[in-house]
């Protein structure tokens, strides 16, 4: 008699199976470009809640397609150099050939996006944003080798449009406030990006790429990291002050302390890939003390009505 035993599952085949299948999703949120898609969502949603402006899922969705295929056309394109400085991620995209298809996928539902909820100019506008983030990797980039930090500077251009993209996409005019709010994404944005290439300085080097660490040397970028993030808090504190911005605002103080932590986790352990992921998930973060904030200020208001 065979054993009914015999169809009994495996506990430990099954646990084996859910890890192997959590460790690919988390691959491919981290390497396939997901991260970065995620944070470009959340900043366009922080700009919702900072101006008190409604914000619908085609937005959110039309803001990760433009960004989802950017990143993961950059990691595949530069898979062969991140072999000395993020190797797990060249394995991981190593003869990947999906950034094509995601790209053909991508322009086809923007599109369609772009006819039905909004205007010409709003998608000529997003369709710039993908096509600039598309030939950074083969083209803008390599300026860097006669421009210091110019991908830097690029890349914090591209995504400080974001915050005028998101008063374009609802034909809302642009003011005083969305300029200083682009002006804080562009200094974070340039901080977080040279602290990636603190990590890829080597690779950077190799290839004759003038960026920050490259050309201070002796990690004296660091420094320079630390004046950014105060200058970025101190931007929005003047904004607070002259009414430019709402108080809600300085709910971005405490992100000041948390970039400093992780520039002294990097600083402290420079070949630790976990210490960069907390300066990449820093637009979920803008998202969340923003989100925190203005719910606290509701209860504030509640709990003083009730008293």
């Not at 977080?192 to 040397?217: A, C, E, H, S, Y």
């Not at 600083?267 to 979920?284: F, G, H, Q, T």
Request: net charge positive.
């Amino acid at each position: 008699m065979v054993s009914m035993f015999k169809y009994v599952p495996n506990n430990n085949n099954i646990s084996i199976d859910v890890e192997k299948m959590l460790l690919a999703i988390w691959k491919e949120f981290i390497f396939g470009g997901h991260l970065f898609a995620l944070g470009a969502t959340c900043v366009v949603a922080m700009c919702s809640l900072l101006f008190g402006l409604p914000i619908g899922l085609d937005l959110l969705l039309v803001t990760y397609l433009i960004f989802y295929p950017i990143y993961l056309y950059d990691y595949t394109q530069g898979a062969t150099d991140d072999v000395l400085t993020n190797s797990a991620r060249a394995n991981y995209l190593s003869g990947n050939k999906k950034a094509y298809f995601v790209i053909a996928g991508s322009v086809a539902v923007l599109t369609m996006l772009f006819i039905h909820f909004s205007n010409s100019i709003t998608m000529l506008l997003g369709f710039a944003v993908l096509v600039l983030g598309l030939l950074y990797s083969c083209y803008f980039k390599k300026l860097t080798k006669k421009i210091i930090a110019f991908k830097n500077f690029f890349v914090s251009a591209v995504w400080a449009l974001l915050v005028l993209f998101f008063f374009f996409y609802y034909s809302v005019p642009i003011t005083a406030a969305a300029l200083i709010m682009a002006g804080f994404v562009f200094t974070r944005m340039v901080a977080i990006q040279i602290l990636f290439d603190v990590r890829d300085v080597d690779g950077d080097r190799k290839n004759g790429l003038l960026t920050i660490p490259v050309v201070m040397g002796n990690h004296k970028e660091f420094g320079l990291l630390k004046c950014l993030n105060i200058a970025s808090i101190a931007l929005l504190s003047f904004a607070v002050y002259f009414h430019i911005l709402p108080l809600i605002s300085l709910s971005f103080v405490p992100v000041m302390f948390y970039a400093f932590s992780y520039i002294r986790k990097v600083k402290s352990s420079m070949n630790n890939y976990a210490c960069y992921l907390l300066a990449a998930v820093e637009p979920i973060v803008w998202f969340s003390v923003v989100f925190f904030g203005s719910n606290l200020g509701k209860l504030t208001v509640l709990v003083s009505i009730m008293l």
